[in-house]
């Protein structure tokens, strides 16, 4: 039973390009949340999705930052016209239905050069 | 605004000796208070976790103290070995939105053998 996978483990893009980062959560789980980590930080909260819909998008800058969790397929964090202060680790976590445990992946470290 | 604010950033300890990490928070309404730790190039991992009716909680060298009026909680790790030179972060939330966790700054716990 494999953990949550992420990927890229590492990402370089440049000013104005866009990122991708994938998650595929574990077998079984339908709940992904995403979280970033800034140098010297601890996470922040971004998003909350269940298969299909976003149920809390809070901590998600209001521009060039979309997720989605397809039916099929892995939810993907979509960062356009990438800017240095983007530069962090972003780590996606996956959870059955009601009080059970999250798992995190091993994060997406994305350089903005 | 920081809602859980974690100290010290780093510490070192010998072998066998117990590194303590202090957290405090804002909102009287979190409940759930996790411990993560994470291992370079690794996502966090639970830990440990406690809620605000208990005031201690150990689970095998990791313990949990909670004190409700002062909002503060802490972790020890008793007889600490190599192989617990972590990062460790504080976190806490609402048990009702549990994907919502705030974290603190983390500290770097090294210990030498």
């Known amino acids: 039973n494999a953990g949550v996978m992420q990927n890229p483990r590492h990402l370089v893009r440049r000013r104005g390009q866009e990122a991708r980062l994938r998650c595929s959560p574990m077998?079984?789980?339908?709940?992904v949340y995403w979280y970033r980590q800034l140098p010297e930080e601890g996470l922040k909260f971004m998003v909350y999705?269940?298969?299909?819909?976003?149920?809390?998008e809070s901590g998600m800058p209001k521009e060039r930052f979309s997720a989605e969790f397809p039916k099929e397929g892995p939810s993907i964090l979509r960062i356009q016209q990438v800017v240095r202060g983007d530069s962090a680790a972003y780590f996606c976590?996956?959870?059955?239905?009601?009080?059970?445990?999250?798992?995190f992946g091993q994060g997406t470290r994305l350089t903005v050069v | 605004q920081q809602q859980v604010k974690q100290s010290p950033q780093s510490l070192i300890v010998q072998k066998g000796g117990i590194p303590i990490i202090n957290c405090a928070y804002e909102?009287?309404?979190?409940?759930?208070f996790p411990w993560y730790q994470q291992f370079p190039g690794k996502g966090p991992a639970l830990l440990i976790a406690?809620?605000?009716?208990?005031s201690e909680k150990k689970e095998g060298r990791f313990t949990i103290s909670f004190n409700k009026s002062a909002k503060q909680f802490s972790l020890h790790i008793m007889d600490s070995q190599p192989g617990d030179s972590a990062t460790y972060f504080c976190?806490?939330?609402?048990?009702?939105?549990?994907?919502?966790?705030?974290f603190g700054a983390g500290t770097t716990v090294t210990v030498r053998a």
């Open positions: 976590a996956s959870k059955a239905g009601g009080n059970t445990e999250a798992f």
């Open positions: 077998k079984g789980h339908s709940h």
């Open positions: 999705l269940q298969k299909e819909n976003i149920i809390d």
């Open positions: 909102n009287t309404a979190f409940d759930y």
């Open positions: 406690i809620r605000p009716d208990v």
């Open positions: 976190a806490a939330t609402l048990s009702s939105n549990d994907y919502k966790l705030s």
